[in-house]
């Protein structure tokens, strides 16, 4: 693939060859040729470009130069890791919140508030390549996507009106969200062994019908999830003394392709563990195989470490298929409304804990995420090529007073089901086993590959594409 290479450096903004007016300027400072020479070396040693969007070297030169420059980790290990996680001694049942505690202080543990893993000299952290640019077409989601500079930050998901509490009364466009996920060690030996030819990335690697196929037991992913809200008279009480980072992004989420430097604020963090004890087995005939854990910033705790300042919502284990009442908290959350009819989810109940619409019927879910589904529901549907659609009919427009029209029914249930890890919903293709960012990045690969190449691939043909989106319908859009 001889002519990938070239599309792929220059789908970075940093690549090598800048302009040889730049170069050879008499004034060239030093900032600018460090990031151009970061760039090269990132390249060289690992076959992926670090971004895809971010303000010029001048300009980063003479403003921003004292921000950081994101740099993707992609120096996955070649060998299984044998050193497992000790919060897997914890009984995620019996103890679920000493479990999530436990998980995220195993995220935290070198680890500032930076979220640079070639900082962190207690263990090992990576990235996921291949989401610098943006899905391209009509229908794209997220509209002008793909990573910015700074902090590596991808566009994910809109803010609507309200969702966030009752002083967040929107912007034209809506707000938006921005996440930065880092994968430990044994996540990094699969998106190795994914990756292990930058130009041929091996589609069987995380689908369970394939040899090794899936994330190994032991593979722990942390995301942290930022907003640019709240703006002008636009109020959120919860995310005072915030931490904030610069970024390269949109205006707004739906009607803006222009990027501007702002500031974006922690307001959630979700975590995703490998579970061995949560696999499917005769005792456990619905096992996933995966826990799934949500935090939400509440910055009136003031902690020194402001990561500190996120507080657990809630884990869960498997979607309560069972359960098909056709509930939603509507905008903006007030109060906590916690189900304990719900087998697989825990909800955590806290005075530290901001009001939460959580998700469809009381399952976990974030303030940034829609109050039609749940963290796993969505999950549940990350494949290549994506032929599912992300939630279920009418689960947008979300936040309204009254359920979603067919909410409980069998074809609304087929997303609260409960998938086995290494599983796809559609057996038609492969499996990125709960993880969308891999989906996410195959599709920009193959986009990409098949723009320098000239063709198409028979993987493109076993079904129906489907946009990976949250929905076609936003009061905003």
């Given at each position: 693939?001889?002519?990938?290479?070239?599309?792929?450096?220059?789908?970075?903004?940093?690549?090598?060859?800048?302009?040889?007016?730049?170069?050879?300027?008499?004034?060239?400072?030093?900032?600018?040729?460090?990031?151009?020479?970061?760039?090269?070396?990132?390249?060289?040693?690992?076959?992926?470009?670090?971004?895809?969007?971010?303000?010029?070297?001048?300009?980063?030169?003479?403003?921003?130069?004292?921000?950081?420059?994101?740099?993707?980790?992609?120096?996955?290990?070649?060998?299984?890791?044998?050193?497992?996680?000790?919060?897997?001694?914890?009984?995620?049942?019996?103890?679920?919140?000493?479990?999530?505690?436990?998980?995220?202080?195993?995220?935290?543990?070198?680890?500032?508030?930076?979220?640079?893993?070639?900082?962190?000299?207690?263990?090992?952290?990576?990235?996921?390549?291949?989401?610098?640019?943006?899905?391209?077409?009509?229908?794209?989601?997220?509209?002008?996507?793909?990573?910015?500079?700074?902090?590596?930050?991808?566009?994910?998901?809109?803010?609507?009106?309200?969702?966030?509490?009752?002083?967040?009364?929107?912007?034209?466009?809506?707000?938006?969200?921005?996440?930065?996920?880092?994968?430990?060690?044994?996540?990094?030996?699969?998106?190795?062994?994914?990756?292990?030819?930058?130009?041929?990335?091996?589609?069987?690697?995380?689908?369970?019908?394939?040899?090794?196929?899936?994330?190994?037991?032991?593979?722990?992913?942390?995301?942290?999830?930022?907003?640019?809200?709240?703006?002008?008279?636009?109020?959120?009480?919860?995310?005072?003394?915030?931490?904030?980072?610069?970024?390269?992004?949109?205006?707004?989420?739906?009607?803006?392709?222009?990027?501007?430097?702002?500031?974006?604020?922690?307001?959630?963090?979700?975590?995703?563990?490998?579970?061995?004890?949560?696999?499917?087995?005769?005792?456990?005939?619905?096992?996933?195989?995966?826990?799934?854990?949500?935090?939400?910033?509440?910055?009136?705790?003031?902690?020194?470490?402001?990561?500190?300042?996120?507080?657990?919502?809630?884990?869960?284990?498997?979607?309560?298929?069972?359960?098909?009442?056709?509930?939603?908290?509507?905008?903006?959350?007030?109060?906590?409304?916690?189900?304990?009819?719900?087998?697989?989810?825990?909800?955590?109940?806290?005075?530290?804990?901001?009001?939460?619409?959580?998700?469809?019927?009381?399952?976990?879910?974030?303030?940034?995420?829609?109050?039609?589904?749940?963290?796993?529901?969505?999950?549940?549907?990350?494949?290549?090529?994506?032929?599912?659609?992300?939630?279920?009919?009418?689960?947008?427009?979300?936040?309204?007073?009254?359920?979603?029209?067919?909410?409980?029914?069998?074809?609304?249930?087929?997303?609260?089901?409960?998938?086995?890890?290494?599983?796809?919903?559609?057996?038609?293709?492969?499996?990125?086993?709960?993880?969308?960012?891999?989906?996410?990045?195959?599709?920009?690969?193959f986009t990409a590959k098949e723009a320098a190449e000239k063709g198409s691939f028979s993987s493109e043909y076993k079904?129906?594409?489907?946009?990976?989106?949250?929905?076609?319908?936003?009061?905003?859009?």
């Amino acid at each position: 693939m001889k002519q990938l290479k070239p599309l792929i450096i220059a789908a970075s903004v940093f690549f090598v060859s800048c302009s040889e007016k730049t170069k050879n300027q008499d004034t060239q400072l030093e900032s600018p040729n460090k990031m151009t020479l970061l760039e090269s070396q990132n390249y060289e040693e690992n076959g992926f470009p670090d971004f895809g969007y971010m303000v010029s070297p001048e300009e980063y030169n003479e403003k921003y130069s004292d921000q950081p420059i994101f740099r993707l980790k992609a120096d996955f290990p070649t060998e299984m890791p044998t050193d497992m996680p000790a919060f897997l001694d914890i009984d995620f049942k019996k103890e679920p919140l000493k479990y999530i505690e436990a998980v995220r202080d195993y995220g935290f543990e070198g680890n500032t508030e930076e979220w640079n893993p070639y900082k962190n000299k207690v263990r090992n952290w990576y990235h996921i390549p291949w989401l610098h640019p943006s899905v391209e077409g009509e229908g794209a989601y997220p509209p002008n996507g793909g990573t910015e500079g700074f902090h590596g930050l991808i566009k994910e998901a809109p803010l609507g009106p309200y969702q966030l509490g009752p002083g967040l009364k929107g912007v034209e466009g809506d707000y938006s969200v921005y996440a930065i996920t880092l994968i430990n060690d044994k996540a990094g030996y699969a998106m190795g062994r994914m990756w292990k030819d930058p130009e041929n990335p091996n589609l069987k690697t995380l689908d369970k019908r394939y040899k090794d196929g899936g994330f190994p037991v032991g593979t722990v992913f942390v995301k942290l999830l930022f907003t640019d809200a709240p703006k002008g008279t636009d109020f959120v009480d919860y995310l005072v003394n915030p931490l904030t980072w610069k970024a390269y992004i949109t205006e707004n989420f739906w009607k803006s392709s222009k990027r501007v430097v702002s500031d974006v604020h922690l307001l959630q963090m979700d975590i995703s563990v490998r579970d061995q004890r949560a696999d499917r087995s005769p005792s456990n005939p619905e096992g996933t195989g995966w826990v799934f854990g949500t935090f939400c910033y509440n910055g009136k705790l003031n902690k020194k470490n402001k990561l500190m300042n996120l507080v657990p919502v809630g884990l869960m284990w498997g979607n309560d298929p069972k359960n098909r009442i056709n509930k939603t908290s509507p905008y903006p959350p007030i109060k906590t409304e916690v189900n304990k009819d719900l087998k697989e989810t825990v909800i955590f109940e806290s005075p530290n804990l901001p009001p939460q619409h959580l998700g469809w019927n009381g399952r976990l879910d974030g303030p940034a995420d829609l109050n039609t589904v749940s963290c796993m529901s969505c999950h549940n549907a990350a494949e290549y090529p994506a032929v599912t659609s992300l939630v279920p009919p009418n689960a947008a427009p979300d936040g309204g007073k009254t359920p979603p029209e067919g909410g409980g029914n069998d074809e609304w249930m087929k997303w609260f089901q409960n998938i086995e890890c290494g599983t796809s919903m559609n057996q038609t293709v492969y499996s990125t086993d709960f993880s969308f960012q891999v989906a996410i990045a195959l599709q920009n690969f193959f986009t990409a590959k098949e723009a320098a190449e000239k063709g198409s691939f028979s993987s493109e043909y076993k079904a129906i594409p489907v946009a990976i989106r949250r929905g076609d319908i936003a009061p905003n859009k």
